[in-house]
């Protein structure tokens, strides 16, 4: 058995080839209808999609077999080099979301699997704010999600083993049952990969995120020059409902846009 280890900050590239394993229990197609739904709820009016830290692709397939033109970035270049092989005519940024070029003036920008809670403080999380905001088209949404204090009490506390195919993924969350708002969790992944020769490749990394409480992320919205227009709670099927619990869901969706005269970034 050859071992991988894998920093935090490099981790999602040595990690790239073993994501959708990792998420295949993630069911994006039906995830993707009820965002879709949400958005029209919220006036979506165009197909003009940029997929913000869109990892493999995974994200933005859905859209694309729903007619949305789709441009996707990420930060990790290996992750990229995965959606490539998914959508080769897709375009693609390598970007990281705290500092996004000007891309494009898009009808929806979208931000998923809790993308946002890798940016461990507030200052990042106000500077992706601006960033994404400056990306929207006059009439554009900025839709994304975050893990509420549930998960790091839940998801991040706990350990686990599961295997897709011929990879063994060990989990080890280093978070309490009792974690306070605003808190740090991490998540250990051991990858276990079956190689041609027969042996096992190890890969370690280590996923870290930021709790993010409501009350603050509607701030740091409103400093970015947008307008929080409403915050859902995620069912485990991912269905959005109206009334958000931090202590029932483990992941909060947001929708916004443009605050009117505003000017973000």
């Given at each position: ?17 073993f994501y959708d394993a ?158 306070p708002p605003a808190c ?33 992320v509607t701030a740091l ?45």
């Amino acid at each position: 058995m050859t071992t991988v280890t894998a920093c935090a900050t490099g981790g999602y590239e040595e990690f790239a080839p073993f994501y959708d394993a990792f998420t295949s229990g993630s069911d994006y197609e039906t995830w993707t209808k009820h965002v879709v739904g949400l958005a029209r709820d919220y006036g979506l009016s165009g197909t003009r999609l940029l997929d913000v830290a869109c990892g493999t692709g995974k994200s933005f397939l859905p859209f694309l077999a729903r007619g949305f033109d789709v441009t996707a970035c990420d930060v990790s270049r290996a992750m990229l080099a995965e959606a490539s092989r998914k959508a080769p005519d897709v375009r693609l940024v390598e970007a990281d979301m705290r500092a996004l070029p000007a891309i494009g003036a898009f009808d929806l920008v979208t931000c998923f699997d809790d993308s946002l809670n890798h940016l461990l403080d507030e200052d990042q999380l106000g500077s992706a704010f601006a960033s994404l905001a400056a990306n929207l088209g006059p009439a554009g949404l900025l839709l994304f999600d975050l893990n509420t204090l549930l998960a790091f009490r839940t998801t991040f506390a706990v350990d686990g083993v599961f295997t897709h195919g011929t990879t063994t993924f060990v989990t080890r969350g280093d978070s309490t049952a009792d974690a306070p708002p605003a808190c740090l969790g991490a998540v250990h992944v051991d990858v276990f990969a079956l190689r041609a020769d027969g042996l096992y490749q190890r890969l370690g990394t280590r996923l870290q995120e930021r709790h993010f409480p409501p009350h603050r992320v509607t701030a740091l919205l409103v400093d970015a020059g947008l307008e929080c227009l409403g915050v859902h709670g995620v069912l485990d099927d991912g269905t959005p409902v109206a009334e958000p619990d931090e202590t029932r869901h483990l992941k909060l969706i947001y929708a916004t846009r443009r605050a009117k005269g505003g000017d973000p970034g």
